[in-house]
């Protein structure tokens, strides 16, 4: 396809584009070498301070042109006025004009969304493929009204390339091939709720990084500061995910599972499906509100306190104005101790005073006993002595301690957890005794995923009482936000001195690529994480758009985590309701949005199936028609030729056809996806499979739960059992769905001899 001279000639344009890449990247080892050199014990600690911000941001923008390396530019323009555009993984300039465009910029747009009818101007569109440095295949599309077929499929060699290449354990970017529907989620703009659903396959995984990389291109200044999350279901698939951003040169978008949003926990402990679906009820809040208030107690019997040998004793009367009127004034339990201690301290020091104060000169000077009370020689100044002393005894600590203790989630919730009374007593009018006992469980042994959205409601109902330090950390800022702008003001001001005859949009200073709050964050911290970074160890981090994968599978409560931490609603939900796993998942994304932007989103279809060629989809269609007509598979972009195989056997027979499915495998990749009962059996008859929670994706084979598998890709997939997987849970048409979709060439499925399982 591609002629010699035009290679030739891509091969020249790509080698300066190299060379420029060569000499940003000296410059800013230059840059680095220097600050370094600077950097240490010599200067002001803001001076210091200053050089370190700089050395970590511009190893940061070194460590982003090594990532882009690899397929740095990939595509062509030819407009009708005769300009020519290269579009690659970044923009890079030379002194006097652009070599290279970056894809997210707005005039790389066309090369995924021109047609032959609606052009952009487009006269040509080459795709260019590349190895190393090297130009390898070229790919020209002419936007021709003529010439136009009716394929809806953009650089249709490059994506059939891209779709048939072996996989490798982990995802790549899809940069150079996106299709117009995706590209149209990518570039949507950032504001509101855009839910993106679509079948297995189509891409959404892929569209979901991709939109993180644009919008933080394209709103920098925005999102930097805040960052952008991407919530995926578990640490497998971020790993599978994990080096589709860093090649696409970014590094402000945090990725996590649902599970390591509560800083300080790691959520890996495993629990049955049904213990899980009880805590991500939407009544969670109820119960947990309801655990607070039984641990703001008043005593049922006195109890008797010795103070200075004398003994006071504290009623219910005592304290039940005293809980009213913490639980009254609004502040959550933690902030609203002070009030309830308040309160019993009035009630002590009363007691205290009535001892202590009262006149010895007293007396009833008509004998006619009618005086009210003895008056008190002590003052409002000796009261409030009192009240101090009673503060500061262990007796009256202890007593406030067990009627209003300070409680942190994790307390609560353990000491919930581990108490039948407590879980039923807070559940009384959400959850049934044999829920509560579900619920149960020995203090210990970690928390699981479906425990963190329940520590982080815990943690809104706590409040946490650290005024005095965010008074201090608010006047630290304030210092270093007026630092800052002044170093800002400096370096913007020394630009054109310090560059020269630099590019200097390619060469960023402090001021290009920090605005002042964000350089103050990092001085103030000495250490200069990114957005993402720092809101990984903040429970109140807010973010600036947040991105949900596989989110069919998220709980009410997880949620609710959620919006807690994107109060402006900037978010992508990207899933498939089809493919749910979860029992308690949404019917419908209304269900799920709708408490927190009633019908204000909008919704995005993706309809072709990228991974799956049609002899798979249509057999799965076969296969689930009768089991649930509601699956639609998506339309499959290309076929492979290779129809699925059937078998039914023994163990051995199953030893057998994989010891052949992986010997053809080639440099490609495996799994075998199997009910959760035969994992063992399976392990032990098949030691080439890897295996465990979270097995390496970049081994060859591996054996699977459906579970694990979702959202995974092999060029082989062997299903065993799937009646099994049909009947193992009450969506188990889902999980067939979810299995049968996994492959990108091959697919078996192997049905034990009727009567025998492989397991429990
Ligand atoms: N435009 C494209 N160009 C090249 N490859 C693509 C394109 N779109 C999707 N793919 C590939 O198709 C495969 C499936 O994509 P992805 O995993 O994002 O789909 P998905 O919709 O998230 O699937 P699932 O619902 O099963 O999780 C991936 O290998 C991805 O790289």
């Not at 109890?303 to 040998?309: M, P």
């Not at 039923?424 to 699981?448: I, M």
């Not at 609603?569 to 899933?575: D, E, I, L």
């Amino acid at each position: 396809m591609s002629s010699l001279s035009s290679r030739a000639e891509e091969q020249s344009h790509l080698s300066v584009i190299y060379g420029r890449l060569d000499e940003l990247r000296a410059e800013i080892r230059d840059r680095l070498d220097h600050t370094r050199r600077g950097t240490g014990s010599g200067g002001t600690k803001e001076a210091r301070s200053m050089r370190d911000a700089a050395t970590y941001m511009y190893a940061e923008r070194l460590a982003q042109y090594e990532a882009v390396e690899q397929g740095l530019c990939f595509g062509r323009l030819d407009l009708r006025d005769g300009d020519r555009l290269h579009i690659g993984r970044i923009g890079i300039h030379d002194s006097e004009q652009p070599l290279l465009v970056d894809w997210r910029a707005p005039a790389a747009r066309p090369f995924y969304v021109a047609t032959a009818i609606t052009p952009y101007d487009v006269t040509l569109r080459r795709h260019i493929r590349t190895r190393g440095r090297t130009v390898v295949e070229l790919d020209d599309e002419i936007l021709d009204l003529d010439a136009a077929t009716d394929s809806s499929v953009v650089g249709e060699a490059a994506l059939l390339a891209a779709l048939t290449a072996n996989r490798t354990g982990r995802m790549r970017d899809i940069v150079s091939t996106i299709q117009a529907e995706q590209d149209r989620v990518i570039r949507a703009e950032p504001g509101g709720v855009l839910v993106v659903q679509g079948g297995p396959g189509t891409g959404k995984t892929a569209v979901a990084l991709h939109r993180a990389a644009y919008l933080l291109y394209t709103y920098r200044e925005q999102l930097s500061a805040r960052g952008v999350l991407i919530v995926g279901p578990n640490a497998t698939f971020l790993r599978y995910i994990s080096q589709v951003l860093p090649s696409l040169a970014e590094t402000g978008v945090l990725l996590a599972t649902l599970g390591d949003l509560f800083p300080g926990v790691t959520a890996r402990r495993t629990e049955p499906a049904e213990v899980a679906e009880i805590k991500g009820r939407a009544v969670m809040v109820d119960v947990l509100a309801a655990a607070v208030r039984d641990r703001q107690r008043v005593p049922e019997e006195p109890l008797e306190i010795e103070v200075d040998r004398h003994p006071l004793r504290l009623s219910a009367a005592d304290c039940e104005p005293a809980r009213e009127r913490a639980r009254a004034c609004g502040l959550r339990h933690n902030l609203a101790r002070p009030i309830f201690v308040a309160g019993v301290l009035d009630a002590l020091a009363v007691q205290v005073a009535d001892r202590i104060g009262a006149d010895p000169f007293w007396d009833d000077p008509l004998g006619e006993d009618d005086a009210l009370a003895s008056p008190n020689v002590l003052d409002a100044a000796d009261l409030a002595d009192i009240r101090a002393d009673l503060a500061e005894n262990p007796l009256v600590q202890a007593a406030v301690d067990a009627l209003w203790p300070v409680l942190t989630p994790v307390r609560l919730l353990t000491e919930l957890y581990g108490s039948i009374d407590a879980l039923v007593s807070a559940g009384s009018l959400a959850l049934s005794d044999a829920e509560c006992a579900l619920l149960w469980r020995e203090p210990g042994g970690g928390w699981s995923p479906a425990d963190v959205p329940l520590l982080d409601e815990a943690a809104e109902l706590l409040g946490e009482d650290d005024r005095d330090a965010r008074r201090a950390a608010a006047r630290e800022q304030a210092r270093w936000l007026s630092y800052a702008q002044g170093v800002l003001d400096i370096t913007a001001g020394s630009k054109s001195y310090e560059l020269e005859d630099d590019d200097e949009a390619a060469i960023p200073n402090v001021a290009d690529i920090m605005q002042a709050d964000m350089l103050a964050d990092r001085l103030a911290e000495r250490e200069y994480r990114t957005a993402a970074e720092r809101a990984a160890a903040d429970r109140d981090w807010v973010f600036g758009h947040v991105i949900v994968d596989e989110a069919q599978e998220l709980s009410p409560m997880a949620w609710r985590l959620l919006m807690r931490r994107c109060p402006s609603r900037s978010m992508t939900v990207v899933g498939d309701l089809a493919q749910t796993g979860t029992l308690g998942a949404p019917a419908g994304w209304a269900d799920v949005l709708a408490p927190y932007v009633a019908d204000r989103w909008r919704l995005a279809e993706l309809t072709v199936s990228y991974r799956t060629p049609a002899e798979i989809m249509d057999y799965t269609a076969r296969v689930l028609a009768p089991v649930d007509p509601s699956i639609v598979p998506p339309r499959p972009v290309r076929s492979s030729g290779v129809a699925p195989w059937e078998a039914t056997g023994t163990l051995d027979d199953l030893v057998a056809r994989m010891s052949y499915e992986i010997e053809s495998l080639g440099e490609g990749r495996l799994a075998v996806i199997a009910p959760a009962g035969y994992q063992a059996t399976l392990a032990a008859a098949l030691p080439a499979l890897t295996t465990g929670p979270a097995p390496d994706l970049e081994e060859r084979a591996v054996l699977l739960t459906v579970g694990q598998a979702k959202g995974l890709e092999f060029d082989t997939v062997v299903v065993v059992d799937p009646a099994r997987l049909l009947a193992d849970s009450p969506r188990g048409a889902n999980d067939l769905y979810v299995a049968l979709t996994r492959p990108t060439r091959r697919l078996g499925v192997f049905t034990p001899v009727p009567g025998t399982t492989f397991g429990r």
